[in-house]
Antibody, heavy 126, light 110 residues
Framework: QVHLQQWGAGLLKPSETLSLTCAVYGGSFSGNYWSWIRQPPGKGLEWIGEINHSGSTNYNPSLKSRVTMSVDTSKNQFSLKLSSVTAADTAVYYC????????????????????WGRGTLVTVSS | QSALTQPTSVSGSPGQSIAISCTGTSSDVGGYDYVSWYQQHPGKVPKLIIYDVSKRPSGVSNRFSGSKSDNTASLTISGLQAEDEADYYCSSYTSNTTMVFGGGTKVTVL
């Protein structure tokens, strides 16, 4: 059964860089699209961006200037970096599978989040 | 990009049917059949309950159904049960090759 395990620093100071990693176990890494989503305490979900196995990215325009996503296919892992954090970046961060290519890699099969990590609470405080 | 618009809260009695709307634009909800819905209980991870506007993943109750008209998608919960009390979020693909969520709707079972 495919599952996602995520980890990263849970407490940051303002201006530091948030860094999270998500590992894929029990299933294919290649041919899939991997997203990061966050949820501030008591608030709704916000899509941060996505990356595929070849490193191609799409980012939320409102966060694009501060976001970097990367993949390590040798470890079946993908990562998120968010720079210059402030208290407004305090949230539970989720990794999720967001899509899959067809068998020939010629088009994307779907655009929804069907597999989620357990979430990591990141708090930004001085 | 602007979040999709959902009502803040919806309530109903056990056994009733309720509907949650999700309004976007022709650049997201109205332009593509890539609307999905998620259920989130307090302190839990969101769970996919509807994808591609109206399809249900295996294992999701058929009391959940989805539809779309123009720029508004809807999630209907029929035969409301106590376990349906949760937050619900819609999501859509956008013309900018991004994804966007709605603000979320709290469902209360009276």
């Amino acid at each position: 059964q495919v599952h996602l395990q995520q980890w990263g620093a849970g407490l940051l100071k303002p201006s530091e860089t948030l860094s999270l990693t998500c590992a894929v176990y029990g299933g294919s890494f290649s041919g899939n699209y991997w997203s990061w989503i966050r949820q501030p305490p008591g608030k709704g979900l916000e899509w941060i961006g996505e990356i595929n196995h070849s490193g191609s990215t799409n980012y939320n325009p409102s966060l694009k200037s501060r976001v970097t996503m990367s993949v390590d296919t040798s470890k079946n892992q993908f990562s998120l970096k968010l720079s210059s954090v402030t208290a407004a970046d305090t949230a539970v961060y989720y990794c999720a599978r967001a899509g899959q290519d067809n068998a020939w890699g010629s088009y994307r099969l779907y655009w929804y989040f069907d597999l989620w990590g357990r979430g990591t609470l990141v708090t930004v405080s001085s | 990009q602007s979040a999709l618009t959902q009502p803040t809260s919806v309530s109903g009695s056990p056994g009733q049917s309720i509907a949650i709307s999700c309004t976007g634009t022709s650049s997201d909800v109205g332009g593509y059949d890539y609307v999905s819905w998620y259920q989130q209980h307090p302190g839990k991870v969101p769970k996919l309950i509807i994808y591609d506007v109206s399809k249900r993943p295996s294992g999701v109750s058929n009391r959940f159904s989805g539809s779309k008209s123009d720029n508004t998608a809807s999630l209907t919960i029929s035969g409301l049960q106590a376990e349906d009390e949760a937050d619900y979020y819609c999501s859509s693909y956008t013309s900018n090759t991004t994804m966007v969520f709605g603000g979320g709707t709290k469902v209360t079972v009276l």
